[in-house]
C-alpha cells in the first residue's frame, strides 16, 4: 500500500486514498498500548481491530472506560465517547461499540 506522503493531513482533510483507490483515514491512539501515536487506517474500521493495529492494550489498561473524542460532531451531535469493552469481551457483543471516524483520538 503505497499513500501519498506529501499529502498534509490535518483535521479538514478527513480522507486519504492509497494507489489502489481504498480510502484510509487517520486515527491517534493514545495510553496503554504497545504502540500508541498517529495511525493511518482503512476506513471503517473498528475498535476491536484498531486495538489490535496498534498492538493491543497492555496491562493494567483500563478496558472499561475507553474515550473517544471527535475532532467535530458527529450526526448525534456528540464529540465524546465512553466505551466499556468489558461486555465485547465476554460475550463478543459487538452492539454498543462506536463508529471510527477520522481524526479520532481513542485513549485505552
Known sequence: MEVDNNQYVGSVDRYVTDDDGNILIYVNVWGHVKNPGNHLVYEGIDLITLLSVVGGPLS???????????????????????????KFYSSGDRSELVEIMPNDTIII
Not at 478496558?63 to 468489558?86: A, C, P, Q, W
Open 60 to 86: 493494567g489498561a483500563k478496558m472499561n472506560k475507553i474515550l473517544i473524542y471527535r475532532d467535530s460532531e458527529d450526526g448525534n451531535g456528540k464529540t465524546k465517547y465512553e466505551v466499556n469493552l468489558n
